[in-house]
Structure formats: C-alpha cells, structure tokens
C-alpha cells in the first residue's frame, strides 16, 4: 500500500523494499535501491533522459563523479551510485565481488529502460561483472578496470596497517602512488580538490577489495558471450600495466566493443578532464562515434 505525505515541498514515498522498488529520501535526488542480500545502495540522479547509471572506482563514493552531473544531465538521467561499505550506502558481512555486480544490477534493474553502465577502475571490474546478471544494459562503458591486475598482497597488508594506525592520509597516498601509479605532484593537486575526503573516509575499503581482486580470475571464453555494445575508455598517459593487459584482453574477447584514448589524460578524467571524458561517453551513448 502506498502513503504519501506532503510537507514543506517534500514527498515521501513508503513502499515495501523489494529490488524493483525505490526508497526516496528529501528532494527525491537521493534513492535507495535494496540488493539482492537486502543492503540498500545510495543513487544520486539528476538529468532527463535514458538513464546513465556510474559506478565509481575502488576508494571514494559517487560524489567522485557527481561534478560530471553537469556535462552529461541535459541528455540522460545521470545517477551515480555509492558502493557498498562506501558514502550512504549500506553494507554486510562476507564481502565478494559477486555482492557487488548484484548491487550494481539491482540499480540498473530499478532504472526506466534504456540505461546505460559506466564503471571505472575496481567498479568496472564489477559493472562487467553486473552485464552477466541483468538484460537490461543497452551499453556498457569500463575505464581502466583493472581485470588481470597482479595484486601485491604485501602492499595491502602495508595499507592496511597504515589505516590500522590512524594513518588514513599516508594511506590513500601509498594506494594512488603504489597501486594506480599517480605522480606525486598529481597526489598533491588531489589533496586540494573536495573529493579528497571521500578518499580518506573510505580508504578502509581497499583490503578487503584487493584481496577479492587476487581472487578474480579473467575469463575470455565467458567474456566472448557478452554481445552488449561497448566502450572501453583509458587515458593516453596512463601508466598502470595491469591497464593495458586488461584492454588487450577485453579488446580480443569482447565482440562488440569499442575503444577510446583520452589523450593527455591518466586514470582520473573525472577530475582532470571533465569535458574530454563527456565527449567519449556522449559520443559513444548517442551513437556518434
């Protein structure tokens, strides 16, 4: 049964939770979206249009992508999503990737059709993860994931001390220069823009992501049978190796695919690259490119 109650401009909808159905918060912009094993997931949308659902990457929440809402919400529903254990979103015991994919499908599923799936980094892991569990994905669209990434258990346990000791800064810094391999001097720009705090607020994340990463194994033969279209994104001065396997790899399997270079740009296009980055996925979405 539905109630609503109309104060001050606010609706509030209350409806059972089940993965179809969504649970509104104050202004309507703030969603939540039961999982399969009943954790709601945060979705922030803005924008008319078919719907572009962003899943963000390993460490920080939806805000990470939330200043591209401008380029991209006169065209589609943009709703970027906090990942479990990440900003609103909720979180549970016995952590996989699966978990994650049937987040990430649960979000799609709860969409309008047609909709749209970008992943970066660790979430394209799980947004390719999530093609498999729902039809409803008219394009798919993975920056950098890192699928064949050779974890350095040693540096998650060195990560995971750090933050075991209060040193949640040192932290995120040996993560973006050890791990992604961010310059320095782009470390230092980071930790002057507004999306450094989500860094640090979730930075706790990482060891249990990169240990489910050890544990993940790129399969091309499954991969082959993933039909939707594609567009693999990465930034021409990028120098993760891991990046390049993965392209290679997903370049030789996916059978309907597409790839993009940013030229000049790294692993954060959100940050440094807004409107190069709005292009491609624009381009790609609306069929010209």
């Not at 591209?68 to 909720?90: E, I, K, N, Y």
């Not at 979430?123 to 669209?141: D, M, N, P, Q, Y």
């Not at 998650?156 to 992604?180: C, N, P, S, W, Y």
Request: aromatic share 6%.
């Amino acid at each position: 049964m539905l109630f609503r109650c109309l104060m001050a401009g606010i609706v509030l909808v209350l409806t059972p939770l089940t993965p179809s159905r969504l649970v509104a918060e104050q202004g309507g912009q703030l969603l939540r979206v039961p999982s399969k094993d009943g954790t709601l997931i945060a979705v922030e949308c803005a924008g008319s249009g078919p719907s572009l659902v962003i899943v963000h990457g390993g460490i920080g929440d939806r805000t990470r992508w939330t200043p591209m809402f401008p380029l991209l919400s006169s065209r589609f529903t943009v709703c970027a999503m906090d990942r479990r254990g990440h900003g609103a979103s909720g979180d549970s015991p016995g952590y996989t990737i699966q978990k994650e994919a049937e987040d990430i499908a649960a979000v799609v599923d709860a969409r309008p059709d047609p909709v749209f799936l970008l992943g970066h980094s660790y979430g394209g892991v799980c947004a390719l993860e999530a093609a498999f569990l729902t039809k409803r994905i008219s394009k798919l669209l993975l920056y950098e994931p890192p699928l064949q990434e050779r974890v350095d258990l040693a540096l998650v346990d060195r990560i995971e001390k750090m933050i075991q000791a209060g040193e949640r800064d040192h932290a995120v810094e040996t993560f973006l220069q050890e791990v992604v391999r961010v310059s320095p001097g782009e470390v230092a720009a980071m930790r002057n823009r507004p999306a450094w705090s989500g860094l640090v607020d979730s930075i706790e994340s990482h060891p249990r992501q990169m240990r489910a990463l050890a544990g993940y194994r790129f399969d091309a033969a499954r991969v082959s049978t993933l039909i939707v279209p594609t567009l693999l994104i990465r930034g021409g001065g990028t120098s993760m190796p891991d990046v390049k396997r993965a392209f290679d790899s997903l370049m030789a399997s996916l059978p309907n695919r597409t790839e993009v270079v940013l030229q000049g740009r790294h692993h954060n296009a959100m940050d440094t690259g807004r409107e190069q980055l709005a292009e491609a996925i624009t381009s790609f979405l609306l069929g010209t490119r």
